[in-house]
């Protein structure tokens, strides 16, 4: 046996990893073909479209995407075909987190990951490398192996892989480009050390070798949870500190900038906000929780969890921050809410602070205008229909209204309240925006993004994230 020399690679599932990372694969892999599929037709037929309107908006993605798309990399609903000519497939479906039964609220639905895994089994006619993209509870590959051997044809292996992704949104282009690393667990058996071999040769295409670590397939599922939570576990852990800058007067941002400069803490993922988001931290971070549980750790379950708590906590502090500093009333009033992705540079809402922040502000009964660069409209109707199931969207609808620019959001409002850290916002001009504000004019910067004191001068009065009210 030697690793085998991937000529094909499938992917199954077109969404945020699955899109960018086999986009950038086939960029570097000019001698590999590269599909990506999808059961999602509308997904498909926009990666597919002629003026490339992609479904996901990522800076750098549509320039890989024309660069490579009909050459060697192919957008296709036919996973069957996809599987059978591929030798390596890389399952990258969505894991969320379950909604009932067993394990609902905190453990990974693994439906998608093991109806992928079955289809392999069913289809596949020869020997095939597959590659867990998707984050997954430690040991899923195990039960992936068991699915594929229980029903694999003769002369037809599978040996499972890990490769976990850790691109972020909005940056996710360059994370694949240079990542930090690239990280891959096997089992340490000869077959599967040489299929790790096979993935290694591909990403060192374009990944320097010291950057592709090797490690047992269990320790690949488990860091891959253990980075998220430890990158949250940092946001909690600077928005706490945030509360405690509020009540004392110290700047939160100052004393991130302190202890940053500690070369064992560093600078990176020290910013406070309004609340991290996204469709991953919570997520994983629940996922690590109910693992430990059920490894009959109840003190370490009880220790992640706090920094979901933690972060639950910063955002119902911001929009009580935000009614009591409106004399503690918001109904009737208009509030701006600037942005509603989870971060700046993406169209991405899933968990998206904006979302909680615009619940509270509803069950207020304020009136609120919504401005985000990217989201789209419908979306944002979805999120908020989600979020308050007992509310109809006719009457949402009458409550809130999206904007077409920012400017045109805080017209007549009397609170602005930035939620996403859209570069945008740093430029508005506020002289402007305060000539058509109701007064006196309030600006929440729950981003620490704008000038407070200029705003000041200009009349605003302006509460920022880990900053105690200006006297
Ligand atoms: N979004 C992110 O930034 C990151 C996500 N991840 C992980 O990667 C995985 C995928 O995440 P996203 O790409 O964000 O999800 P996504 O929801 O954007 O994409 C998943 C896609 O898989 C498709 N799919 C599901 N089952 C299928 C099947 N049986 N056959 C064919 N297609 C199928 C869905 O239609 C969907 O388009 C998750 O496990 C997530 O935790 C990891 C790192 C970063
Ligand atoms: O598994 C995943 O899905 C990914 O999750 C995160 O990536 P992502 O969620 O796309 O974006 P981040 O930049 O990590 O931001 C997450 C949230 O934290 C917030 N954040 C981030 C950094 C910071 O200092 N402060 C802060 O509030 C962001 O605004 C955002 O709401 C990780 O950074 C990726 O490494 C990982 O692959």
Redesign the pocket.
């Given at each position: 046996m030697s690793p085998v020399k991937v000529t094909k690679i499938c992917c199954i599932g077109a969404g945020y990893?699955g899109g960018p990372t086999c986009a950038v694969v086939a960029l570097k892999c000019p001698h590999i073909t590269v599909t990506i599929v999808d059961l999602n037709q509308s997904r498909i037929d926009a990666w597919n479209s002629p003026d490339f309107k992609l479904p996901i908006y990522e800076p750098g993605l549509e320039d890989v995407v024309r660069q490579t798309r009909g050459r060697n990399l192919f957008f296709s609903t036919d996973v069957d075909k996809g599987i059978e000519e591929a030798d390596l497939i890389f399952v990258s479906v969505n894991t969320p987190t379950k909604k009932s039964g067993i394990g609902a609220g905190f453990a990974a639905d693994l439906n998608y990951v093991e109806l992928a895994t079955r289809r392999i089994a069913d289809v596949a006619k020869s020997s095939k490398i597959v590659v867990e993209k998707s984050?997954v509870p430690c040991r899923t590959a195990d039960a992936m192996r068991t699915i594929l051997d229980a029903n694999s044809k003769p002369n037809c292996r599978f040996d499972i892989l890990s490769n976990p992704?850790?691109?972020?949104?909005?940056?996710a282009i360059n994370?694949l480009l240079k990542p930090d690393r690239v990280l891959i667990g096997s089992l340490q058996t000869p077959q599967g050390i040489d299929a790790c071999n096979s993935l290694a040769s591909i990403y060192a295409n374009w990944v320097p070798k010291d950057r592709i670590l090797t490690v047992g397939l269990w320790s690949s599922e488990l860091s891959?949870l253990a980075?998220?939570a430890m990158?949250?576990q940092?946001?909690s852990s600077?928005?706490a500190l945030s509360a405690i800058c509020e009540a004392t007067g110290a700047n939160i941002d100052e004393v991130a900038h302190a202890i940053g400069f500690d070369s064992r803490i560093g600078p990176?993922?020290?910013?406070?906000?309004?609340?991290?988001?996204?469709?991953?931290?919570q997520k994983?971070i629940l996922n690590l929780v109910y693992l430990s549980e059920s490894c009959h750790l109840p003190e370490v379950a009880a220790y992640w969890r706090q920094v979901v708590e933690m972060n639950d906590y910063q955002k119902r502090r911001f929009s009580t921050r935000v009614v009591d500093t409106l004399f503690k009333t918001i109904t009737g009033k208009r509030i701006a809410v600037l942005g509603f992705a989870?971060?700046?540079d993406?169209g991405?809402t899933r968990e998206?602070?904006a979302i909680t922040l615009i619940r509270d502000f509803q069950q207020e009964k304020a009136l609120i205008n919504i401005y985000d660069p990217q989201v789209p409209h419908e979306q944002i109707w979805a999120d908020l229909a989600e979020a308050s199931p007992d509310i109809p969207l006719a009457a949402t609808q009458k409550q809130v209204t999206i904007c077409a620019s920012a400017i045109e959001a805080c017209k007549n409002a009397e609170a602005v309240v930035i939620a996403?850290?859209w570069k945008e916002f740093c430029d508005i001009d506020w002289e402007s925006v305060y000539a058509h504000m109701k007064k006196p004019a309030f600006i929440f910067d729950g981003?620490i993004i704008v000038d407070a004191d200029r705003l000041r001068k200009i009349g605003f009065k302006v509460t920022v994230i880990g900053r105690a009210e200006a006297l």
């Open positions: 990893v984050t992704e850790f691109l972020a949104e909005g940056t994370d891959k980075a998220n990158l949250a940092r946001i600077v928005n990176k993922f020290l910013k406070a906000s309004v609340g991290f988001g996204g469709s991953c931290f994983d989870f971060k700046a993406t991405d998206s602070a996403t850290e981003r």
